[in-house]
């Protein structure tokens, strides 16, 4: 935690230009306010002349405020007192699933479950979205979950409630999501405030950094979070105090990486670049163009949208216009760029 943060929301440092990054979990026992291991990380950034700048980083058990800790997230997202937040964990489910074909539909009826608890039951939620409709395969995939495990990334089907499945994350988040009542991207471009869905492990992917086997205590693991880190500080992100954290968890790192792709849906959308939308003959947006990992929740429904597939070299120039390297680092043998550079900086996202 930042210890310096004159201002805070929750424990958190305040300030309306910055960027989220939540680890999420759809487990109600790494929600409670006892739970030391908790996976689930809230990070902060921030812009600092021309670097980004990692404020905090702590479990959701560590913000400050009455409530529980679910209850206290609930309320530092529903402040959006921040340009965007993205959240490792699903926004949607399948479009055929959709109540009514509508993402406002799905969050009404997962608003009606969530009257009386935080964290509906994964079946009780999968049989009200499905509602006797007939299931064509048991684990139904988004298309950008389909798109990312083609390249070989596990992932999890929205209504799956057995071994590995991710309905019961999926009705955790929507009943975060309806409960902050946050716009949140692609329904939505307008910020602050704005919420994204994430994947840490396609952006690790698109960087061409270890993307698996950097979550346990093993020597492996442990050399891939180095990787990461290393990768993170040394061209990207001031770590500062925070490296320790880093580097033993996986989830703390996780909750970092969702901080860049929060800021690269916001550069889309506040820039006009970027970020491809198609138009369906209902006059609906469908986002189609997946870079730095960050999740669209649609589905293309329609023969005439297509979810084109991302290159490198696209989603590391992504990764460069979310977050510029020093000037001093591009030019070293140059001090007029270097000085000229940082008396011109502006805070980014202004």
Same mark, same amino acid.
């Given at each position: 935690?930042?210890?310096?943060?004159?201002?805070?929301?929750?424990?958190?440092?305040?300030?309306?230009?910055?960027?989220?990054?939540?680890?999420?979990?759809?487990?109600?026992?790494? #929600?409670?306010?006892?739970?030391?291991?908790?996976?689930? #990380?809230?990070?902060?950034? +921030?812009?600092?002349?021309?670097?980004?700048?990692?404020?905090?980083?702590?479990?959701?058990?560590?913000?400050?405020?009455?409530?529980?800790?679910?209850?206290?997230?609930?309320?530092?997202?529903?402040? +959006?007192?921040?340009?965007?937040?993205?959240?490792?964990?699903?926004?949607?489910?399948?479009?055929?699933?959709?109540?009514?074909?509508?993402?406002?539909?799905?969050?009404?009826?997962?608003?009606?479950?969530?009257?009386?608890?935080?964290?509906?039951?994964?079946?009780?939620?999968?049989?009200?979205?499905?509602?006797?409709?007939?299931?064509?395969?048991?684990?139904?995939?988004?298309?950008?979950?389909?798109?990312?495990?083609?390249? =070989?990334?596990?992932?999890?089907?929205?209504?799956?409630?057995?071994?590995? =499945?991710?309905?019961?994350?999926?009705?955790?988040?929507?009943?975060?999501?309806?409960?902050?009542?946050?716009?949140? #991207?692609?329904?939505?471009?307008?910020?602050?405030?704005?919420?994204?869905?994430?994947?840490?492990?396609?952006?690790?992917?698109?960087?061409?950094?270890?993307?698996?086997?950097?979550?346990?205590?093993?020597?492996?693991?442990?050399?891939?979070? +180095?990787?990461?880190?290393?990768?993170?500080?040394?061209?990207?992100?001031?770590?500062?105090?925070?490296?320790?954290?880093?580097? @033993?968890?996986?989830?703390?790192?996780? @909750?970092?990486?969702?901080?860049?792709?929060?800021?690269?849906?916001?550069? =889309?959308?506040?820039?006009?670049?970027?970020?491809?939308?198609?138009?369906?003959?209902?006059?609906?947006?469908?986002?189609?163009?997946?870079?730095?990992?960050?999740?669209?929740? #649609?589905?293309?429904?329609?023969?005439?949208?297509?979810?084109?597939?991302?290159?490198?070299?696209?989603?590391?120039?992504?990764?460069?216009?979310?977050?510029?390297?020093?000037?001093?680092?591009?030019?070293?043998?140059?001090?007029?760029?270097? @000085?000229?550079?940082?008396?011109?900086?502006?805070?980014?996202?202004?």
């Amino acid at each position: 935690m930042n210890a310096t943060a004159t201002a805070s929301e929750y424990g958190v440092p305040a300030g309306q230009n910055r960027w989220l990054g939540i680890d999420f979990s759809g487990d109600k026992r790494k #929600w409670s306010a006892g739970c030391s291991r908790s996976n689930v #990380w809230i990070a902060v950034i +921030r812009p600092l002349n021309d670097v980004v700048q990692l404020v905090d980083l702590r479990r959701v058990q560590e913000l400050f405020g009455d409530g529980s800790p679910f209850e206290l997230l609930t309320g530092l997202l529903a402040k +959006r007192s921040f340009l965007a937040a993205a959240i490792d964990a699903p926004f949607s489910v399948p479009s055929d699933f959709l109540p009514k074909g509508s993402h406002t539909a799905l969050l009404d009826v997962v608003a009606e479950l969530s009257l009386d608890t935080s964290f509906p039951d994964a079946q009780t939620f999968a049989d009200a979205v499905i509602k006797g409709r007939r299931m064509a395969v048991p684990k139904p995939l988004r298309e950008t979950e389909r798109m990312w495990q083609e390249r =070989g990334l596990n992932v999890r089907s929205t209504l799956w409630t057995g071994a590995r =499945g991710g309905a019961a994350m999926t009705a955790v988040c929507l009943s975060l999501l309806a409960k902050a009542a946050c716009p949140m #991207w692609p329904w939505s471009k307008n910020g602050p405030g704005l919420l994204a869905e994430a994947f840490p492990a396609a952006q690790l992917l698109q960087w061409r950094l270890p993307f698996q086997r950097y979550n346990n205590s093993d020597e492996i693991s442990s050399s891939n979070r +180095r990787k990461i880190v290393s990768f993170l500080e040394n061209e990207r992100l001031e770590i500062g105090e925070f490296k320790p954290l880093l580097l @033993s968890s996986a989830d703390a790192l996780d @909750s970092v990486l969702c901080t860049f792709a929060a800021k690269a849906v916001w550069n =889309g959308c506040s820039m006009k670049i970027n970020v491809v939308l198609m138009t369906t003959r209902f006059g609906q947006y469908r986002f189609c163009h997946i870079v730095a990992g960050v999740y669209s929740p #649609w589905n293309a429904r329609f023969s005439q949208t297509k979810t084109l597939r991302p290159t490198v070299h696209e989603s590391q120039a992504l990764l460069v216009m979310a977050v510029p390297r020093p000037m001093a680092k591009r030019h070293p043998s140059k001090p007029e760029l270097r @000085s000229h550079h940082a008396e011109h900086a502006h805070p980014v996202g202004n």
